[in-house]
């Protein structure tokens, strides 16, 4: 199986700073895409940033600017640093990783639990 574990949220005041990180283990033998949603309560799920692992990097419009993702290949992490956060930022926020996992020749999405950022006015 293949595990995500997220860390890195908490309540900042609206200016502040925050920063994600995720690490995937378990059975991977590769990762192509990782990165970021989240989901603000009665909204849909929206991608925030995401990475490939040659290191190109898409960013929703909405963070764009105020937000930098990167990413360790070989330690199968990848981090999100957003910066002059808005109450509009406030959500529960999911590292996600598409992943072709050991002895297998297909790729999956594999998700984390998710960590909440709040961010106060």
Same mark, same amino acid.
């Given at each position: =199986?293949?595990? @995500?574990? $997220?860390?890195?949220?908490? @309540?900042? =005041? ?17 990762? /192509? @895409? *990782? ?10 799920? $929206? ?28 330690? /199968?992490?990848?981090?999100? =640093?957003? /910066?002059?956060?808005?109450? $509009? ?8 990783? /598409?992943? *072709?996992?050991?002895?297998? @020749? ?6 984390? =639990? ?8």
């Amino acid at each position: =199986q293949v595990q @995500l574990v $997220e860390s890195g949220g908490g @309540l900042v =005041q609206a200016g502040g700073s925050l920063r994600l990180s995720c690490a995937a283990s378990g059975s991977i033998f590769s990762i /192509n @895409l *990782m990165g970021w949603y989240r989901q603000a309560p009665g909204k849909q799920r $929206e991608l925030v940033a995401s990475v490939t692992s040659g290191g190109i990097t898409n960013y929703a419009d909405s963070v764009k600017g105020r937000s930098t993702i990167s990413r360790d290949n070989a330690k /199968n992490t990848v981090s999100l =640093q957003m /910066n002059s956060l808005k109450p $509009e930022d406030t959500a529960v926020y999911y590292c996600y990783a /598409n992943v *072709m996992r050991r002895y297998l @020749l297909t790729w999956a999405d594999y998700w984390g =639990q998710g960590t909440q950022v709040t961010v106060s006015s």
